[in-house]
């Protein structure tokens, strides 16, 4: 699977018209597969784990709301 998601990695960065960073991140668990940036003061781990908490939150909210109607 390694193979796959490098190949992903790079056809963003290759073919993304002002690529900045990538994260393959799994929601559940929050790990990283693989990441890449052109900027190495960014690192798009930290940034995918904060926006992973943004993601829950509203996965919570979205269980809430159904459960109301």
Do not use: H, W
């Not at 992903?8 to 002002?18: A, C, H, K, L, Y």
């Not at 991140?25 to 904060?50: M, Q, W």
Request: charged content about 15%; overall charge negative.
């Amino acid at each position: 699977m390694t193979n796959i998601l490098d190949k992903f990695i790079q056809d963003m960065r290759t073919n993304v018209p002002g690529f900045v960073a990538v994260s393959v991140t799994e929601v559940r668990s929050g790990v990283s597969y693989g990441s890449d940036s052109v900027d190495s003061s960014f690192d798009p781990n930290l940034a995918s784990a904060y926006n992973l908490e943004v993601v829950k939150a509203k996965q919570n909210a979205l269980q809430v709301l159904g459960s109301c109607i």
